[in-house]
Nanobody
């Protein structure tokens, strides 16, 4: 069974940084598009950033210039470096893996940014 396990969430003050990791197992990691989504209180889940198998990246406008997504195809891990965090970044962050009709989600990791 495919597993995506996130880590790195926590409580941080505004302006601080966190680095999220998502370790994948039982998938052909290198050919999958990987992404980070988030769901804030009372909000719908939204795409934060994605990275293709070839390394092309895409970011939500709200995080451009502050967040960086990267992947290590040897470690089967995708990262989200989050800098200059704002209270509005508070959410549960989910790792996502997608290839054609096959899509998988992690269990989520909480990020809380205090003002």
């Amino acid at each position: 069974q495919v597993q995506l396990v996130e880590s790195g969430g926590g409580l941080v003050q505004a302006g601080g940084s966190l680095r999220l990791s998502c370790a994948a197992s039982r998938i052909t990691f290198g050919i999958n598009r990987m992404g980070w989504y988030r769901q804030g209180p009372g909000k719908q889940r939204e795409l934060v950033a994605s990275i293709s198998s070839g390394g092309a990246t895409n970011y939500a406008d709200s995080v451009k210039g502050r967040f960086t997504i990267s992947r290590d195809n040897v470690k089967n891990t995708v990262y989200l470096q989050m800098n200059s965090l704002k209270p509005e970044d508070t959410a549960i962050y989910y790792c996502n893996s997608k290839r054609f009709e096959f899509e998988y989600w992690g269990q989520g990791t909480q990020v809380t940014v205090s003002s």
